[in-house]
């Protein structure tokens, strides 16, 4: 038995109980694990948050502790559970917040994930612009791994199925055999996808099933057939210019398209799944899902009605214009 210089072995070896035996030049402090000061309670070592700040729930576990640094703020603490808001996220991705004293000794850190990114999404099936032939649905896309997703599937005339809750693989891929039975003419499938941080995309596909969706216009008439029915529009169709002029809100929403208007600016935004249209009365000038486009005829106000090109308009959406010079039928096809 090795024993400190100036002691003998029987002096430890022969001690009586309740003695104490002093052990010079050896520090005790040394040999025991380091007495935590702070601990982080919420949130976990990696956590992922779309957020610039986050709120921190710490617990001070010593008497004497009444001031913590992090980063180049200082906060008044108490011993027990603090609650520290409002802590900066400066970094995408990685960040670590680190506690310390006021003398710069480190007393905590947590890691946390910091993404602000929207998950890419793509909808491998229906394809857009497709006919169906079969009723059932299938959805397939692809995405971020483990996402949520809702899936919702519309018609122009206000139809809707049920929303159905569900999430990607651990590959991103989303799989359903048979998701929706499919509403005659057109469709609309809506996808809302949202990561772990809880950013959000949602994307759309247009498609049609059992018949293309149909829509006729006689120049100067106010009757337009969409598939079988009859409507009632609150314009006549006109030429100008060898142009046929269209109201834009009838047309837009006969097929399935959401319609603003900005009175201040005269600006038009038309809506229909991914794509969105915006143009200004009286410019030739618009945009077509982001990209520079040029009318061949500026839209125009006619008895308080606003008249666009139909073939810009629905052209945009992916449809055919046909006209009929003998019976003077404008006929609009999707897909």
Known sequence: MIVPEGMKQEDILNYKEHTTIALPGIAIADYLPTVSKVKVLSPQDGTITNQLTVDLKIK???ENLTKIVIGDKTYEVKSGENDITGVALPSEGQNVISIKDANGVELAKVTLV??????????????EGTLLNDRKVSVSLQTEPNAKILLGLSAPNGSQADVISTSADSTG??????????????????????DSAGN????YALFAYGMPQTLKLTIGKTDMTVNVDTVKLDAAPYIKNARTMVPV??????????????????????????????????????????????????AEIVNGRTFVPVRFITEAFGCTVSWDAKTRVVTVTYP
């Open 60 to 62: 001070v576990l010593v």
């Open 114 to 127: 910091r993404d602000t990114t929207p998950p890419d999404v793509t909808i491998n099936t229906p394809k």
């Open 173 to 194: 891929k989303l799989n359903i055999d048979v998701a929706f039975r499919a509403f005659t003419g057109i469709n609309i499938l809506k996808a809302v996808v949202t």
């Open 200 to 203: 959000s995309t949602t994307k």
């Open 249 to 298: 809100r009838a047309i837009a929403e006969s097929l399935g398209a959401q319609v603003s208007y900005d009175e201040s600016t005269k600006g038009i935004t038309v809506t229909l799944g991914n794509h969105t249209i915006k143009l200004t009365v009286g410019s030739t000038e618009a945009t077509v899902d982001g990209k520079a486009a040029t009318l061949d005829a500026p």
